[in-house]
C-alpha cells in the first residue's frame, strides 16, 4: 500500500533479502473489552504523559503503562497516537481501524486487547503495507526466562513477520510488565537518528531486566526475539531483531531513506514552477535523491568506500528518450533508481590470542 497523498512513490528492492520524516512516534491501538463494558477511547496525540489528565482521558492500566514507559525515556519520539477500537468478535473493527489509519505519522504501533488476534491483525497488517513496524509485548511466568516460554512465541501466526518486533518481559516485575517495555524499547530506541544506533547493548530507564542463561539467551536470538539482560554488570537489549530474523536498524535505516526521498522529491515538485521533461528537469530529480543518499551515508545507513570515503550508492536518471511514450505523454517519470550497500554494525567479537610461556 502507498501512501496515495503523495505525487511521488519510492519503492525499495533489497537484494540483500529484505523498507513526515519522524520516525520515532509510536501508536497504541486500544481495544474495548466488552467483558467489562468498556467503551472505545477517543482517537488523539499526546505530546506528554500529562496529557491524559489533562485532557480528561481514561485510560487502562495497560494503556497507561506504554504511556509512561515511552514519555519517560530521554530521547522519545514527538507524538504517542491513541486509537480507540470497538470490540468486534472477529476483528473486523480492528481491521478497519488500522487500515484507516496506517499511513498516520507514526513508525510503530503495539495494541492492547483482550484477545491476542487483534495483536495479530496488527502485526499482519503492517507486514502487508511494507514498512513500519509492529511492537508486541509479551512477559515470562517468573524472573527466569525458560527456553520452552520463548519458544512458544514461534507458534504465533505473526512469528516469523519481517516487520514484527517481539519484546519478552520480566514477568515478576508487574501485570503490566509487557506494556511498559514496549513504550520504554520505542521511547527510548525509536527517536535516535536512523542509521546512529544499533538496537542492542541499550539501556531503558523503568525496566527490570529477566534473568537468563546463555542457551536462553542463544535460542531468544535464534528466534528474533528481544530480552531486556545483564550483561558484565549493565542491563541492555539482548539483541535488535524482528522475528522475521532482520535487524531493526537495516529496516528502519530503509524507511528513512525512502520517506526522505518521497519527502524532498515532492517538495521540488511542489517549489518549482515547473519541472521540465527533459535534460534539466531529470537531473533535478537525481540531484535530490543523490542529496538524501549521501545523507544516509553521513549517517551511518550507507557503507563507506575505504578508499575514496564516498558513499557505496548509486543513482540512476534515464533520458526522456528512454521512457515509456505513453508516460511522456501522461507527465509520468518512471526512470529513476538507486541502490546501496548497508552499513550493517557489529554485535559480537571474537578475540585471537597467543599467551607464550617465558
Request: charged share 20%; glycine share 8%.
Amino acid at each position: 500500500m502507498a501512501n496515495d497523498i503523495l505525487d511521488v512513490q519510492v519503492i525499495l528492492d533489497v537484494i540483500n533479502p529484505a523498507s513526515p520524516v519522524n520516525l520515532g512516534n509510536l501508536a497504541v491501538y486500544v481495544v474495548a473489552d466488552s467483558a467489562n463494558s468498556e467503551t472505545a477511547i477517543a482517537d488523539v496525540k499526546l505530546r506528554t504523559a500529562n496529557d491524559v489528565s489533562n485532557l480528561g482521558l481514561t485510560v487502562n492500566s495497560a494503556t497507561q503503562a506504554i504511556i509512561d514507559a515511552f514519555f519517560m525515556q530521554d530521547d522519545h519520539g514527538d507524538y504517542l497516537y491513541l486509537y480507540g477500537i470497538d470490540s468486534s468478535v472477529d476483528q473486523s473493527k480492528t481491521k478497519a481501524k488500522i487500515s484507516e489509519t496506517i499511513t498516520d505519522g507514526w513508525e510503530f504501533a503495539t495494541i492492547v486487547s483482550p484477545t491476542a488476534n487483534d495483536s495479530v491483525e496488527l502485526a499482519n497488517q503492517v507486514e502487508k503495507y511494507g514498512r513500519k513496524f509492529a511492537v508486541l509485548g509479551m512477559k515470562t511466568k517468573a524472573a527466569a526466562v525458560t527456553i520452552a516460554e520463548i519458544q512458544a512465541i514461534s507458534a504465533s501466526p505473526f512469528y516469523g513477520n519481517d516487520r514484527t518486533i517481539v519484546f519478552v518481559a520480566n514477568g515478576a516485575s508487574g501485570d503490566n510488565a509487557q506494556y511498559a517495555a514496549v513504550g520504554a524499547l520505542i521511547g527510548a530506541l525509536g527517536n535516535k537518528a536512523p542509521g546512529s544506533i544499533t538496537w542492542k547493548f541499550k539501556t531503558l530507564k523503568g525496566i527490570t531486566p529477566s534473568e537468563v542463561n546463555g542457551s536462553v539467551l542463544g535460542t531468544a536470538t535464534e528466534l528474533g526475539l528481544i530480552l531486556y539482560v545483564t550483561k558484565a554488570g549493565n542491563n541492555q537489549t539482548s539483541e535488535g531483531l524482528t522475528t522475521g530474523i532482520k535487524y531493526i536498524d537495516d529496516l528502519h535505516a530503509d524507511d528513512w531513506v525512502r520517506s526522505s526521498i518521497e519527502s524532498e522529491v515532492q517538495n521540488l515538485l511542489q517549489t518549482t514552477a515547473k519541472l521540465t521533461y527533459g535534460p534539466e528537469g531529470i537531473a533535478q530529480l537525481e540531484a535530490v535523491v543523490t542529496t538524501v543518499l549521501r545523507q544516509a551515508t553521513d549517517n551511518g545507513i550507507i557503507l563507506t568506500d575505504a578508499e575514496t570515503g564516498a558513499g557505496k550508492f548509486t543513482v540512476s536518471a534515464g533520458a526522456r528518450e528512454d521512457q515509456a511514450a505513453s508516460d511522456v505523454a501522461s507527465r509520468k517519470y518512471n526512470g529513476l533508481s538507486f541502490e546501496y550497500t548497508r552499513a550493517g554494525a557489529i554485535h559480537d567479537v571474537t578475540v585471537h590470542g597467543i599467551i607464550q610461556n617465558v
